[in-house]
């Protein structure tokens, strides 16, 4: 029973992350005979989980063979994303294609706990609203660190949250009688990168993501590295400059690498206004100013990301959120700080990825964690 | 015969790291009935690899029950450390006793491979001698970076190695007909505290390692942190200091944490001569130039050790090498930046320990590498 649990999930699984494939092509993957698929398939069928069809494209004579696609419409989970400056809910389907969505900006009338959740809930009730299907899940990111199991917000200091029981309040008020799991944002996006964009294949990877902070997520042969309790990959309090006029961090301390590297850090270099875009783009246009401010910070990137091929050494380091516009703008920089900083042997196989998946990493991660019951057991999570 | 004989090797595994054990205590320990122990005990005895005997220091009433030692003497692997000041060979019995060593001091006649290799074939034919029973693995540590699979040191920056092919030459070169594995000595440390020292039942577990280098051996999950390539954990070469009055680093940068906490570092601090124990001792005798010496090492090696606690949330970080006598006396700098830089959530949980096997991990953990192929198929690799 477990076996066959465990093959269905991951045929499942399969289909999820590369959408329709042949029976050939599952059995190659899973490493079983084609019998297997088509029974497999046959019992995901059956509880209408995936179907059979001919593949979209084909043409020219012979009966093209079947391929096995994910029920997209039929199941679903809710996602959010509690970004620094805006709550994103949106419907994914099984196979990743996000349904529908919903965004609002940071709410004026603050961000603690009970608003947030009541924002979310209000998205989430709208998106379920009259869908068709079924919701198995629902997964939330959060840019903090969180503690597995209940989805408590450890420590946020973005938005100010300190013990905050996010996962536990926003089951209750959602009243769905479905799971409901919380991550970090930069874990997801490292996740989300790995199944389904620049980082895919690439068991040892690094993913940072820079907005107000700058998280990461590490993946250490395929699976993220949560440590003794969960809350590893802080990359971004890894302090890169010990000196007194480092730029003070949200943390209390000074000179962290997002104090040196986030959003406040770019903008104050750039002289105070503007967006993070508005800096890149005139960088971008050639503007002095600008490139300088984009190269300072890009400076201090280039310190961390050498520490971390040090330290890890990746096949792939991935620039997401804010840092994938100052990384395409400040290569040159990162580039020269990892030849002097990293070790040859350890850079010689690291490659250096803007994120593919772009502002919805963590969200598309997010609906990962929501689809989490499901691919693990699919028969049982349906009955 | 795959289960069998990975539940041989689970309990040779046993006892080659708890030594004695009652067979109620392995069944408990492998969660395996007493009738499965019975037959896999015979089954290593049969060979001759265990023995059952009254347990060691028990008297009184009643026939106590018997215990599954290791035959030290019987199987012995050579375990070779090639460290920055001095080469020592041992003979290291199943269960972990050393049954003899040799120790010379770093050649004068120089330190390239063929000088190094020269010696330690020496020392090893010397302890293969006329000794009883049967070698069954050589290992080796090596202060620097070394592929796996061969064994290559791909950088070796204290001895000035690179792309030497150490592995195969002592293989080579000692013609004993068994396997020769080498690894880097902070790797080899790490997991030889997790196995018998400070680290024990601590699957997420950093080690540091201080002579000239600083090195690092990262535990994820209970197992090695390898990376892309097997080149992972190289904390030394963190950059911790990015003034441009750092101290420069054997790797050709600046600022390194081994450039500013190794053993040089210490020396400069300390304004030239001694060794660091005398500073050490003068340190703790309460000589104010030592004291600061010592304190200016323990406020650098506290900003990595910080920024360690933040990306791996570990549940211990051992001090081995010469940083354990540094952390003993400078154990307040490390805490203050500790506290400073690293996330309450991230340290919480990390204990602070100086390393139980002292100047000898890296040797005990060669042995263990040595044992490799005899645990992981007992019978299979006698035959």
Known sequence: MGRQRSSLGGLLRQVHVSGPLSRAVLAERMGVNRSTILALTAELAGVGLVREEPPSGVSGAGRPSLVVCPESERFWVLAFDVAVDRLVAARVGLGGPVLDRREVPRSRAGVDLD?????????????VGAAPGRCVGVGASYCGMIRPGDGMVRYGPELGWVDQAFG??????LDLGVPVVVGNEAHLGALAEFARGAGAGCPDLIYLHGDVGVGGGILVGGRLMGGESGYGCEVGHMLVNPSVSARPCLCGSRGCLEAETGEYALLDAAGGGGSVASVVRAAVAGEVWAGRAVAEIG????????????????????????????YAVAAPQVGTRIERHAMPVSRERARLRLSELGWDAALIGAADLGFGGLLSDPVGALS
């Not at 608003?115 to 998106?127: H, K, P, S």
């Open 299 to 326: 400076d201090w990137l280039g310190i961390g990301v050498a520490n971390l091929i040090n330290l890890f050494n990746p096949g792939v380091v991935i620039f997401g959120g804010m840092l994938r516009d100052v």
């Open 168 to 173: 536990t309040e926003l089951r209750k008020a």
């Open 115 to 127: 608003t947030v959740v009541r924002d979310l809930v209000a998205m989430g009730r709208e998106l």
